[in-house]
């Protein structure tokens, strides 16, 4: 069990750890002239049930604020440590807000000094201290009476055997999630390297095992390991360790550095949370400096669900941070004023990856009520029921902290192979509204280009949904086409019965014109020129050729002029060759005119082969151009 410290400077929070534990948590010279805690002190303590006893004495200055959040972030236990002469004082209440707003749920009271007072001065002063915590979760916590500077003081002996109590029922952390850990002391250690400390708030971690600083990204390879003070082979969620990292230096490492498994190393400057203010107004791009874990950072608050962020009126903001920051949804945070003066609220993580456009929309703040349910105790469930274009396996892992192959899916949860090795997850329900949106396209195309055999497999995802993963697109496609639900004639896709059917004297005027197009290759004769040489009136032709392109047999780049399927293929060959397809290049290779080159270059754009970028024109990822036949 690790336990925190809180309580207002010069309350005796030190003495009381060394008398419980046998252990002077102030060890730097400065700490020993000022006779205060500048920095985080630990101790541990064996107790009897075989269990260990960490201790996190923290400063109780105001300056050190910072030092004292960071120290109980993933605490077990709050020991509240209030003067029996001084009584509650600025500190007491800032530390007592900061552990709630940190989620830290179960304490007690060291009323400490009681030497220094009578029996009048302590009643009044626990008095106090029952009011002050009346309306918090420690309501009703225990309160030991110490004088720590006593040797064999009744009341420590009383508070250790607590403590030990507690420690005997408390709750194990689940270690089944991906390892976490936010370091709050780095240091180098002769002949042994890099070492950082901190409370593991998930997972494990074992001698051998290879992690990943963030922010940062660089590898760390797991030495040794300290545990609750002992050497140990590996490490848990819940305790405090101490890892000797290879490959890192120190000076690449800071308080508030998150050392985490691979798969957790992702960060975004973006947060999404709900954040509750105790005092002040907030309003758009209001200045504020945040604690997360053992880091401490500036951003500005945007809210979401309004103009500002009221007292008492829990709110979502979006936090946009200077840096690039790592959380995971559920972590609390704590929030002070602009001067870091004065705690004014805090809150907890729903989306670590905030958008950076459209963070208003329906769509985005029915995202986060399904964050808010998960962190609730919800499954993966309504994460999944809020991506309609399914989500992938990566990010999940991520948001949840689960490893891949334990992800709790539904029953009704499609994987989708992605390159890499990667897998994207979707709903049957999320497929069948995105077959229904191909399906209200192709209706649409086909009403408003009634002469098209339909578009082709990109230029569809274009118009039904652009924003889709493109193995998704193809995996939904294929379905379709399995399942009968859209047809393919060539390269276009179309609604089923749009069958085109030519009459005997239609396929014999059609032939010659399919081999006069066929031998014009790359720049074959236009409408009126066929209309000439086969002396056919020339709306006869463009009726005609119109019906082949909609029957799949020919394309038409530009209204009257129609390309054959097998140059047509020849020149998607030559784009997808070509080091840098413009137009002068592809005029070039090809031998058309300008103006021609670009009609085609256009043409492969509008039809979702390739996109435009600049002067360029790339072909898609993962389009492909079909053979003639």
């Given at each position: 069990?690790?336990?925190?410290?809180?309580?207002?400077?010069?309350?005796?929070?030190?003495?009381?750890?060394r008398a419980l534990t046998g252990v002077d948590?102030?060890?730097?010279?400065?700490?020993?002239?000022?006779?205060?805690?500048?920095?985080?002190?630990?101790?541990?303590?064996?107790?009897?049930?075989?269990?260990?006893?960490?201790?996190?004495?923290?400063?109780?200055?105001?300056?050190?604020?910072?030092?004292?959040?960071?120290?109980?972030?993933?605490?077990?236990?709050?020991?509240?440590?209030?003067?029996?002469?001084?009584?509650?004082?600025?500190?007491?209440?800032?530390?007592?807000?900061?552990?709630?707003?940190?989620?830290?749920?179960?304490?007690?009271?060291?009323?400490?000094?009681?030497?220094?007072?009578?029996?009048?001065?302590?009643?009044?002063?626990?008095?106090?201290?029952?009011?002050?915590?009346?309306?918090?979760?420690?309501?009703?916590?225990?309160?030991?009476?110490?004088?720590?500077?006593?040797?064999?003081?009744?009341?420590?002996?009383?508070?250790?055997?607590?403590?030990?109590?507690?420690?005997?029922?408390?709750?194990?952390?689940?270690?089944?999630?991906?390892?976490?850990?936010?370091?709050?002391?780095?240091?180098?250690?002769?002949?042994?390297?890099?070492?950082?400390?901190?409370?593991?708030?998930?997972?494990?971690?074992?001698?051998?095992?290879?992690?990943?600083?963030?922010?940062?990204?660089?590898?760390?390879?797991?030495?040794?390991?300290?545990?609750?003070?002992?050497?140990?082979?590996?490490?848990?969620?819940?305790?405090?360790?101490?890892?000797?990292?290879?490959?890192?230096?120190?000076?690449?490492?800071?308080?508030?550095?998150?050392?985490?498994?691979?798969?957790?190393?992702?960060?975004?400057?973006?947060?999404?949370?709900?954040?509750?203010?105790?005092?002040?107004?907030?309003?758009?791009?209001?200045?504020?400096?945040?604690?997360?874990?053992?880091?401490?950072?500036?951003?500005?608050?945007?809210?979401?669900?309004?103009?500002?962020?009221?007292?008492?009126?829990?709110?979502?903001?979006?936090?946009?941070?200077?840096?690039?920051?790592?959380?995971?949804?559920?972590?609390?945070?704590?929030?002070?004023?602009?001067?870091?003066?004065?705690?004014?609220?805090?809150?907890?993580?729903?989306?670590?990856?905030?958008?950076?456009?459209?963070?208003?929309?329906?769509?985005?703040?029915?995202?986060?009520?399904?964050?808010?349910?998960?962190?609730?105790?919800?499954?993966?469930?309504?994460?999944?029921?809020?991506?309609?274009?399914?989500?992938?396996?990566?990010?999940?892992?991520?948001?949840?902290?689960?490893?891949?192959?334990?992800?709790?899916?539904?029953?009704?949860?499609?994987?989708?192979?992605?390159?890499?090795?990667?897998?994207?997850l979707i709903t049957e329900d999320a497929l069948?509204?995105?077959?229904?949106?191909?399906?209200?396209?192709?209706?649409?195309?086909?009403?408003?280009?009634?002469?098209?055999?339909?578009?082709?497999?990109?230029?569809?995802?274009?118009?039904?949904?652009?924003?889709?993963?493109?193995?998704?697109?193809?995996?939904?496609?294929?379905?379709?086409?399995?399942?009968?639900?859209?047809?393919?004639?060539?390269?276009?896709?179309?609604?089923?019965?749009?069958?085109?059917?030519?009459?005997?004297?239609?396929?014999?005027?059609?032939?010659?014109?399919?081999?006069?197009?066929?031998?014009?290759?790359?720049?074959?004769?236009?409408?009126?020129?066929?209309?000439?040489?086969?002396?056919?009136?020339?709306?006869?032709?463009?009726?005609?050729?119109?019906?082949?392109?909609?029957?799949?047999?020919?394309?038409?780049?530009?209204?009257?002029?129609?390309?054959?399927?097998?140059?047509?293929?020849?020149?998607?060959?030559?784009?997808?060759?070509?080091?840098?397809?413009?137009?002068?290049?592809?005029r070039d290779a090809t031998q058309l005119g300008?103006?021609?080159?670009?009609?085609?270059?256009?043409?492969?754009?509008?039809?979702?082969?390739?996109?435009?970028?600049?002067?360029?024109?790339?072909?898609?990822?993962?389009?492909?151009?079909?053979?003639?036949?």
């Amino acid at each position: 069990m690790i336990v925190g410290t809180a309580g207002h400077i010069d309350h005796g929070k030190t003495t009381l750890t060394r008398a419980l534990t046998g252990v002077d948590t102030d060890r730097l010279k400065e700490e020993k002239a000022r006779g205060i805690s500048i920095e985080l002190g630990y101790a541990y303590l064996p107790l009897a049930n075989g269990e260990m006893l960490g201790v996190i004495d923290v400063p109780g200055h105001e300056k050190f604020i910072r030092t004292m959040a960071s120290g109980v972030t993933g605490i077990d236990y709050a020991l509240l440590v209030v003067a029996a002469d001084d009584g509650v004082m600025p500190q007491t209440v800032e530390h007592l807000a900061i552990l709630r707003l940190l989620g830290v749920r179960r304490g007690a009271v060291a009323l400490t000094k009681t030497d220094r007072a009578d029996a009048a001065r302590i009643a009044a002063v626990e008095g106090d201290i029952a009011a002050l915590l009346a309306d918090t979760p420690f309501a009703g916590a225990p309160v030991f009476r110490t004088a720590a500077t006593q040797p064999g003081d009744p009341g420590v002996a009383a508070l250790l055997a607590h403590l030990a109590e507690v420690a005997g029922t408390l709750p194990s952390r689940d270690d089944r999630r991906l390892f976490r850990l936010g370091v709050d002391r780095v240091f180098t250690l002769t002949g042994q390297g890099t070492v950082v400390t901190g409370t593991a708030l998930a997972g494990r971690v074992a001698v051998g095992d290879t992690l990943v600083l963030a922010p940062g990204g660089q590898q760390a390879r797991v030495r040794g390991i300290h545990a609750q003070g002992r050497t140990a082979g590996e490490g848990r969620g819940g305790e405090r360790l101490a890892l000797n990292l290879a490959g890192v230096a120190k000076e690449e490492i800071e308080r508030g550095t998150w050392i985490v498994a691979p798969a957790l190393q992702a960060c975004s400057e973006r947060v999404d949370a709900q954040l509750a203010l105790a005092t002040g107004v907030l309003k758009a791009w209001s200045p504020v400096h945040v604690h997360l874990g053992a880091a401490h950072h500036t951003a500005h608050v945007v809210p979401l669900d309004g103009d500002t962020v009221q007292p008492g009126r829990p709110a979502r903001v979006q936090l946009v941070f200077d840096v690039a920051v790592h959380a995971v949804p559920g972590d609390r945070f704590v929030v002070r004023n602009a001067q870091a003066t004065q705690t004014i609220g805090g809150g907890i993580v729903l989306d670590p990856f905030g958008a950076a456009r459209k963070r208003r929309s329906p769509a985005r703040l029915a995202w986060l009520d399904a964050l808010q349910s998960y962190v609730d105790g919800g499954g993966v469930s309504a994460l999944l029921a809020q991506s309609p274009l399914g989500v992938r396996a990566a990010a999940l892992v991520r948001l949840t902290q689960s490893p891949g192959d334990a992800l709790a899916l539904p029953p009704t949860c499609l994987r989708i192979p992605l390159p890499g090795g990667e897998e994207l997850l979707i709903t049957e329900d999320a497929l069948a509204r995105l077959e229904q949106s191909v399906l209200d396209a192709l209706g649409g195309f086909h009403a408003k280009h009634p002469d098209d055999a339909g578009p082709e497999l990109w230029r569809l995802k274009r118009m039904a949904q652009p924003d889709a993963e493109d193995a998704l697109w193809s995996a939904l496609v294929a379905r379709m086409l399995a399942a009968g639900s859209i047809a393919q004639r060539g390269h276009s896709l179309h609604l089923p019965g749009r069958s085109v059917e030519l009459t005997g004297e239609e396929q014999a005027l059609a032939a010659p014109l399919l081999a006069a197009l066929e031998k014009g290759r790359f720049d074959p004769p236009w409408v009126r020129d066929l209309s000439k040489e086969h002396r056919v009136p020339e709306g006869e032709v463009r009726r005609l050729l119109r019906k082949l392109a909609r029957a799949g047999e020919l394309s038409q780049v530009v209204p009257d002029l129609f390309y054959h399927p097998r140059p047509l293929a020849e020149m998607a060959k030559i784009v997808a060759t070509l080091p840098d397809t413009q137009a002068a290049t592809f005029r070039d290779a090809t031998q058309l005119g300008r103006k021609r080159a670009i009609q085609v270059l256009e043409f492969f754009d509008r039809v979702g082969y390739t996109r435009r970028v600049r002067n360029s024109h790339l072909v898609r990822p993962n389009a492909s151009w079909p053979e003639a036949i």
